[in-house]
């Protein structure tokens, strides 16, 4: 059995191979993702909503995980700097980040970031 931070990190190098499905396969099909400060999402199908446009739009994507650590009931944190090459340009954001896991899956994912700063750098 992986452990959790084990989990996490397989989920996190999967978005560089940029597999909606494989990413996907991660998450409980209940999976509630709060990517704040938006609204939270709950269940793969509005997951992938939200985050299957993106990844199309990305012809590379890089998490860099500066710190990670296991919460005493089992959640894992993480400090990273998310990346995302969109057009000829990498758009970066740092991210802290939150992962329940519960056999195995991810059941609640929060990422707490600035939109502002994120959305400054797209491409037009």
């Not at 990413?23 to 992938?48: Q, T, W």
């Not at 990346?83 to 899956?105: A, H, Q, S």
Request: net charge negative.
């Amino acid at each position: 059995m992986t452990s959790n931070t084990g989990m996490v990190l397989e989920f996190i190098a999967a978005w560089s191979r940029r597999d909606l499905t494989e990413i996907m396969s991660y998450l409980s099909p209940d999976c509630v993702y709060h990517n704040i400060p938006f609204a939270p999402v709950a269940g793969r199908a509005e997951i992938k909503a939200i985050i299957g446009p993106l990844l199309a739009r990305s012809s590379e994507v890089e998490w860099i995980v500066r710190q990670i650590g296991t919460s005493p009931i089992g959640a894992v944190l993480t400090e990273r700097l998310d990346r995302f090459r969109i057009g000829n340009k990498w758009v970066e954001i740092p991210v802290m980040g939150t992962f329940e896991l519960v056999d195995n899956r991810i059941v609640a994912w929060r990422d707490y970031f600035d939109a502002a700063q994120f959305h400054a750098q797209m491409p037009e």
